[in-house]
């Protein structure tokens, strides 16, 4: 006696059948656009960190694109008796997902970090600085942009559901799941390795794809006597590596005019002594900056933080390169000069070392010590030159003040913001993020800032000093007080940061 099956059963298995299809479908398109993350990220440059690269992009990514379709349409299959209900909702779900993907995937692109609640305050920044004008063109723009992107998910489910019967011919479903599960096993695996050898090539690309948290077995395999983790600390703090040897400066080229008949002093501190009170020198009144940070870890890491507008890591990767903040208004036919009683670490400044008492036109730049700077500003003022002045190198954490006649409007600056500021109050409008890692104080555009301090990575934001080594270890602390702080890692705002850190950077 010979069983049919009953109809029921028969347009489940069909839409089952046709659910993995479609799901395939995507996640072939998900993988394609999970390429913005590999190629937004350095590569890894071993032959190990490149087979964990592969192997996590398409398990990760096949693995988030089918547990989406296990949790929202597979139960449609089973539940829902009308087959466009189910190919219209997974559409619609398949589209959502998608756009959510690329969204993120733009995002990492732009700023380094991805979609989370962490994320949503630099998330609102990024979209202010980004569409400054509020518009319903832009949004009508992107609503239309996702309901083509529907479209095209609704031909592709109809295209599927029309050819199920003979894509179901074609034996592929144990070859392609054994392909997706062995890479999603072999990249876990070797993160395991990685994570206990503190393998960098691997361990850096922790942060690359969303909701990814890849395996660690440290205590397990300490349990079984298979990892030393008094060793493994040991190892950790020794990971770090600040040579930074190969450079884009500046990442493109800087074309912007100089009003070369400004006159302009820049006074940058360069002893640990306590500085006078600038906020009124002779018969004029200085603006303020209180949360200025010098966190240079020398006076050579000062004076290439301070031309170049990047961080003191930089230095023996500039020692070739002339800082744009000096070339660009010589370049226009305005005078520049370098005042310092230091030696210069980079021999080709040296042409524009001048003594102190030449009192040129133009733009001059005073490396000094305490003592001496509010005579010289006094002086400088009667000159009817503006000003600015910037203390605290050697302070204790690095914080001291910022005294101008310009009107500066932000409320958190470092030594990397003077270049783009400089240049900005020269006239110049090229993008500062062209040749500098800080931002004009002029018209500030972050809440926070990124530089180095020696072996560490400092990160200001929302009152909080973040000190972070490159092994992961970190320390929080209060601007204001100093004291440790216990609020939980900003990760999405220190991958930015970093990201931010070393754009100039193209060593693998």
């Not at 995002?107 to 609102?124: P, V, Y």
């Not at 500039?318 to 903040?325: I, W």
């Not at 009107?407 to 003077?418: G, Q, V, Y």
Request: hydrophobic share 45%; proline share 4%.
């Amino acid at each position: 006696m010979i069983l049919a099956e009953s109809p029921r059963r028969q347009r489940v298995t069909k839409l089952v059948n046709w659910g993995h299809w479609f799901a395939l479908a995507n996640i072939i398109i998900a993988i394609v656009i999970a390429s913005i993350f590999v190629f937004s990220s350095p590569m890894p440059g071993t032959g190990v960190g490149t087979l964990y690269l592969l192997a996590n992009w398409f398990g990760h990514i096949g693995f988030m694109t089918f547990f989406g379709f296990v949790i929202f349409i597979l139960p449609l299959c089973y539940l829902v008796n009308n087959p466009r209900v189910i190919k219209g909702s997974a559409s619609i779900i398949a589209a959502v997902g998608l756009a959510l993907l690329a969204f993120d995937a733009l995002l990492f692109n732009r700023t380094g970090f991805h979609i989370s609640f962490h994320a949503a305050d630099l998330l609102r920044s990024e979209a202010q600085s980004s569409m400054t004008i509020e518009s319903w063109q832009q949004w009508a723009f992107l609503f239309l942009l996702f309901i083509v992107w529907l479209g095209f998910q609704l031909v592709l489910a109809n295209a599927i559901w029309k050819r199920v019967e003979r894509f179901t011919r074609y034996k592929v479903g144990v070859p392609v799941t054994t392909f997706f599960v062995s890479c999603f096993v072999l990249s876990h695996a070797i993160h395991v390795w990685a994570d206990a050898k503190l393998y960098q090539p691997i361990i850096k690309q922790d942060n690359m794809f969303p909701l990814s948290y890849p395996a660690t077995a440290k205590t397990t395999m300490s349990r079984y006597g298979l990892l030393d983790l008094a060793a493994y600390e040991e190892r950790k703090q020794l990971q770090f590596s600040p040579d930074i040897h190969n450079i884009t400066y500046p990442a493109q080229p800087v074309y912007c005019s100089v009003e070369t008949n400004k006159n302009l002093t820049v006074v940058v501190q360069i002893d640990n002594e306590q500085s006078v009170d600038l906020l009124s020198v002779g018969a004029k009144s200085l603006n303020k900056v209180s949360n200025y940070y010098s966190t240079a870890s020398s006076i050579e890491g000062l004076i290439t933080s301070t031309l170049f507008g990047v961080p003191e890591i930089y230095q023996d990767a500039l020692s070739k390169k002339r800082p744009v903040l000096l070339a660009l208004p010589l370049g226009s036919g305005m005078p520049v000069s370098i005042h310092s009683d230091e030696t210069l670490p980079l021999p080709q400044l040296s042409g524009y070392l001048q003594p102190i008492t030449n009192n040129h036109d133009g733009l001059h730049i005073a490396f000094m010590k305490s003592n001496d700077i509010a005579r010289y500003v006094e002086n400088t003022l009667k000159r009817n030159h503006d000003v600015i002045v910037a203390t605290g190198f050697g302070s204790e954490e690095g914080k001291g003040a910022l005294y101008s006649t310009l009107n500066l409007k932000a409320n958190l600056a470092s030594t990397e913001d003077l270049a783009p500021t400089i240049l900005n109050a020269l006239g110049c409008n090229a993008p500062a993020t062209f040749y500098s890692t800080g931002q004009s104080l002029l018209a500030p555009s972050r809440a926070w800032l990124v530089s180095t301090s020696g072996e560490r990575i400092v990160v200001f934001h929302d009152n909080k000093r973040t000190d972070v080594l490159s092994n992961g270890s970190y320390e929080i602390s209060d601007m204001e007080t100093g004291k440790r702080s216990k609020d939980a890692l900003n990760v999405d705002l220190l991958s930015q940061a970093i990201k931010h850190l070393s754009r100039f950077s193209t060593q693998n």
